[in-house]
């Protein structure tokens, strides 16, 4: 395959999947990583794709947001191993916010049976999978529930927050980097992320290393704002390293 028709073949994929990874092209094309990443280069030089960390989106789709559906189902080993270093840093007793994230949902359903915690919550898959948790006190955020996400977003959930004080947030977000912050597609789900971390004394993000330097439309805070990272060794050392230098602790799962 010429790299005029492979280029084309990794923009029609770009586009239908939202994204794609320099590995998964190399594998698929038979080809190696550098040989993908100077195809992607290309297609960003041409204004058809645009790169963000080990990969690229097609250009304009910044705001793109995969349904609950396909978040479930990528990176799921991953997110597995991320949700299960996070019940490290859960208190012995005392409060969580959990926020709305298939990572974030994972780490819930992982929950051991003994937990005695008060969860604070405005994701409905999450309350779901903590609904009958003998030992959990389950506080469910209200508002409008966002269908792509199955968030409770507006005034009642930033309300709502306002009100308490919790121990410990266990953060999700769709793009993370040390220079574009905290970001998501949707400026109401920014917006009640923002009065979450402010309602918690420790802030940790769950955020698989894909989406390592993807910057969306809405930022809702900056890497200083976040205590520690919990991602997976997909995360280049280096970046791990300049995370850490900044003041944000990094455990790669």
Do not use: C
Not at 39 to 58: F, Q, T
Not at 133 to 145: A, E, F, M, S, Y
Not at 171 to 187: E, I, K, Q, W
Not at 192 to 218: I, P, T
Request: glycine letters at 8%.
């Amino acid at each position: 395959m010429y790299a005029p028709e492979r280029q084309q073949e990794i923009l029609r994929l770009a586009r239908d999947g939202g994204r794609v990874d320099v590995l998964s092209l190399a594998e698929e094309f038979q080809v190696t990583a550098e040989t993908i990443r100077r195809d992607l280069k290309a297609l960003d030089r041409a204004g058809l794709v645009r790169r963000v960390h080990g990969g690229a989106i097609p250009a304009g789709r910044l705001d793109f947001e995969p349904d609950l559906a396909e978040r479930e189902g990528t990176a799921a080993d991953q997110k597995d191993r991320i949700a299960r270093a996070a019940l490290a840093e859960l208190p012995a007793e005392g409060s969580v916010i959990l926020d709305a994230g298939s990572t974030v949902a994972r780490l819930a359903a992982a929950l051991p049976l003994e937990s005695t915690l008060t969860v604070v919550t405005h994701g409905l898959p999450t309350a779901a999978r903590l609904a009958d948790h003998p030992g959990i006190q389950l506080h469910l955020i209200g508002g409008r529930v966002r269908q792509r996400t199955s968030a409770a977003v507006d005034a009642w959930a930033l309300r709502a927050y306002g009100e308490i004080r919790a121990d410990v947030l266990f953060l999700a977000a769709n793009g993370f980097s040390a220079t574009g912050g905290l970001t998501t597609p949707d400026l109401a789900e920014a917006a009640v992320k923002r009065a979450a971390v402010a309602a918690a004394r420790r802030v940790v993000l769950l955020a698989d290393s894909a989406k390592h330097g993807q910057e969306h439309f809405a930022r809702f805070g900056g890497l200083a704002d976040v205590d520690l990272l919990i991602t997976d060794t997909g995360l280049d050392p280096d970046d791990a390293a300049a995370i850490e230098a900044a003041g944000t602790e990094v455990v790669r799962a």
